[in-house]
């Protein structure tokens, strides 16, 4: 058999959603404007920071954690990242795909209102690009947000390099059928190009990466995604690879 596994696991338990506070702004007052802080808009439609420098994980965690989502299908759970604060979502292909076929994907958001975490489920989810062979999928949440959605930043260079600092976060399992949402891990970048058994391109590194943090974001230490969780070598140890930045801009912008 093939010697690749890709990281999904089973369902978990939907959380209610919060009433509504209005468009742009949550039943507290968080406005969009809020959690554009600290960024500003790039070429296209991208975000970047307003300053470039390095970060700690705790802080990096504080500010995008609510940035990475759980994707739920039928089939079970990934993770996956906003962005775009209209709704625009980034995932695998293999976490979306059993909902796709079905039209059953929710996207749970862990939104940071103040110090507190106000999950919601969006049931609005709609397919909008795949690429099964790359294996990234694009979503669009077209309900009305219950809070401001925040956007990661997507490097706009493909500077990372072998050795470089990483982290993931995501939504990892365990053997119970729960997930540990919004987990985050730190690692290097093994090596900066790899490819697999069929030719496409991937970044390997040993972030410590489960089933259920496939579609999750890979961050440099400038806190900008260089990557996303996609698959592992079963069996082996720290042998995890991402999809690389330059093929989710493409993606993004198709």
């Known amino acids: 058999g093939s010697p690749l596994a890709w990281l999904l696991l089973g369902p978990e338990t939907k959380a209610p959603a919060p009433p509504s506070g209005g468009p742009g702004r949550s039943a507290d007052g968080t406005g969009e404007g809020e959690k554009l802080a600290g960024l500003t808009k790039g070429p296209n439609f991208f975000y970047l920071h307003a300053e470039r420098r390095k970060w700690e994980w ?6 995008f954690g609510e940035s990475v989502v759980v994707v739920l299908t039928e089939e079970g759970a990934g993770s996956g990242y906003i962005v775009d604060p209209r709704g ?5 292909y293999h976490v979306a795909e059993g909902g796709w ?7 749970k958001v862990l ?3 103040g110090k507190a975490i106000r999950p919601v489920v969006y049931k609005d ?3 909008i690009y795949f690429d099964p062979i790359i294996d990234i999928a694009i979503l669009e949440i077209r309900e009305p947000p219950r809070y401001p959605f925040r956007p990661v930043v997507l490097s706009q260079a493909d500077d990372y390099t072998t050795g470089d600092a990483v982290a993931a976060i995501g939504s990892p399992g365990t053997n119970t059928g729960a997930q540990l949402e919004n987990t ?3 690692g290097t970048i093994s090596s900066s190009e ?4 069929w030719g496409a391109d991937y970044i390997q590194v040993d972030v410590a990466i489960n089933p259920g943090n496939s579609g999750g974001p890979i961050f440099s230490q400038y806190a900008e995604v260089i990557g996303m969780s996609t698959w592992q070598y079963v069996g082996k140890q720290k042998l995890n690879f991402a999809v690389r930045i330059a093929d989710i801009r493409e993606a993004v912008l198709a």
């Open 184 to 186: 985050i891990t730190g």
């Open 194 to 197: 790899r490819k697999d058994i």
């Open 88 to 92: 625009l979502v980034v995932t695998n």
């Open 125 to 127: 989810c709609v397919p």
């Open 101 to 107: 076929i079905r039209k059953g994907i929710d996207v």
């Open 58 to 63: 705790a802080e990096l965690h504080e500010s």
């Open 111 to 113: 939104h940071r209102v």
